[in-house]
Nanobody
Framework: VQLQASGGGLVQAGGYLRLSCAASGRIFSSKVVGWFRQAPGKEREFVAAIRWGTGIRYYEDSVRGRFTISKDSAKNTVHLQMNSLKPDDAAVYYC???????????????WGQGTLVTVSS
């Protein structure tokens, strides 16, 4: 399965963006799809994840209530709706798939390329 992230861009603080992660092949129900982000000079960090089969969602505390992860099974796509964006949310966002849920990169063995999110204050 190849993952393709898209939807990044420039937005003002308080604005919104929707990121998409499209899979070229079928995502099996056992998979977990997650979003990570990496700001300049910082380590890549977990943002959100969703279990493909059950739809159970997980969020990092700083985005909970502002970001929503969802899946479109028909399109093999995972979305990350990001509302009330803050300058601290600016980063390159990556989607990834793994067999088990985790908040570290090692839990995911299939990564897409990043999409840049810039938030102006």
């Amino acid at each position: 399965v190849q993952l393709q992230a898209s939807g990044g861009g420039l937005v003002q603080a308080g604005g919104y963006l929707r990121l998409s992660c499209a899979a070229s092949g079928r995502i099996f129900s056992s998979k977990v799809v997650g979003w990570f982000r990496q700001a300049p000079g910082k380590e890549r960090e977990f943002v959100a994840a969703i279990r493909w089969g059950t739809g159970i969602r997980y969020y990092e505390d700083s985005v909970r209530g502002r970001f929503t992860i969802s899946k479109d099974s028909a399109k093999n796509t995972v979305h990350l709706q990001m509302n009330s964006l803050k300058p601290d949310d600016a980063a390159v966002y990556y989607c990834a798939a793994g067999n088990e849920y985790g908040t570290t990169q090692k839990a995911y063995n299939n990564w897409g390329q990043g999409t840049l999110v810039t938030v102006s204050s």
